[in-house]
Each structure stands twice: as C-alpha cells, then as structure tokens.
C-alpha cells in the first residue's frame, strides 16, 4: 500500500511521449482514484509539450511558478505565469511552451485519469 503521506521528491517521474525537458510525477493515479489524476509537471526552459489532444480527459491545469506560451485549439497564443488555470476540454488540441528562465512548474488534473502507459 502507498503511503498516505510523501514528499514530491520521493515520488518516481516519467516522461510523456512528445513532450521535451520535461518531468512529470504522478501524485494521484487512476489506481488511488479512478476518476481523476493529479500530476506535478516541470518543464525546463525552451521545453514543450508538443501539439496534442485528449479523446475523452478533461485537462484543467494550474501554473505554480514560471512562465509560459499556451496554445488552445486556433486561438493566437497566450502567455500566462504563476496562478493562472488552463481549462482544456475533451478533444481541444493545446501546446505548452515553457518560456524561462525558471522552470515551468504545473499541478494538472486529468478526469478521467489518461492512460498510463507512459
């Protein structure tokens, strides 16, 4: 059994598909919980997350520290930084660009969890 109680640093990272300089670490997963997922994300500076979408996950994410270029579907890019919440809907295809110089530093939420298989 996981323990109730750890440390970010404790918890294993992993590396999504086309996604580049970026950490991820699952804090809640579809075997803790099976509808949602939590994750702590960085993305080092000049890192992205390619071009993509989700079939059926709402995404909602929340920027805890650094700055970055958000694209969503055919919207103009957007450049947010510490406090702002990203709300990507099932099927919106979106691109996240970490900007520097601090790393990017995300919590992203996932309903239903995505697969795992990263």
């Given at each position: 059994m996981k323990p109730?109680?750890?440390t970010l640093s404790h918890i294993a990272t992993y590396q999504p598909a086309n996604h580049s300089s970026t950490t991820n670490r699952r804090l809640v997963s579809a075997q803790d919980c099976p509808r949602?997922?939590?994750v702590h994300g960085t993305i080092e500076p000049g890192g992205?997350?390619?071009?993509?979408?989700?079939?059926?996950?709402?995404?909602?994410m929340y920027v805890l520290g650094g700055m970055a270029e958000i694209s969503l579907g055919d919207q103009p890019p957007e450049k947010v930084n510490t406090g702002a919440v990203i709300r990507i809907p099932p099927g919106l295809t979106h691109e996240v660009k970490s900007l520097g110089p601090d790393n990017l530093e995300l919590l992203i939420i996932y309903s239903p969890p995505i697969s795992q298989k990263r």
């Open positions: 109730y109680i750890e949602f997922e939590m992205v997350a390619e071009r993509h979408f989700h079939d059926a996950a709402y995404q909602a």
